[in-house]
């Protein structure tokens, strides 16, 4: 199947409620389009110069979220365009966005990133420390806390993503209990290609999809 018929399948068996974010890192503009008419609303790339020459040309008919780290000296670009940032995973990451934000008089809806699977190589927050972190970010008057987002493993059984999905919905609901002001326990982004079905199980309303969408990377 092609890029329209993947994206109008994937579509047509999620819950109304679940946003599909399509990931557009190395993806060509007119594969991003086709993906586009075919109905995603939504797209998230990794790298802030890729998304800015994407933008440039596909503009405002999608929200775009950001699903990378940039560099410290990206952020400034970044927040001209960019509609959410998915993986703020520090204080550093989150006063540099509030500065550039600031300056723009710009507010910008963030996901905390969670290091659910306590994986060295990846980032995110440890569980114990997701609700400090909030507390602090949420006193910053440009960015609005809007939920959790974690990865899981990519590869594998998918079932094996399950319990990190169980315990960043655990700490979700945790966080949202606790009514912290600036902060809006909105959004739970997990789950992707191999995974996303049981990441909405678990209570995922945000879900990362590229390689059902547009097929393997060449990368």
Known sequence: MGI???????LSELP???ILVAAIKQRTTQEILEA???GIKVVGDNYVQEAERKYEVIGNRVKWHFIGYPQRN????LVKFIDMIETVDSVEFAQEIEKRCASLNKTMPVLIEVNSGREAQKAGVLQEDVEGIIKQIAKYPHIKVQGLMTMGPRFGNPEDARPYFMETRRIFEEIKSLDIPNVEMKYLSMGMSNSYKIAIEEGANVIRIGTLIFGERKD
């Open 4 to 10: 329209r018929e993947n994206v109008k399948v994937i």
């Open 16 to 18: 109304k409620d679940v």
């Open 74 to 77: 990206k952020v400034r670009k």
């Open 36 to 38: 586009i008419e075919a």
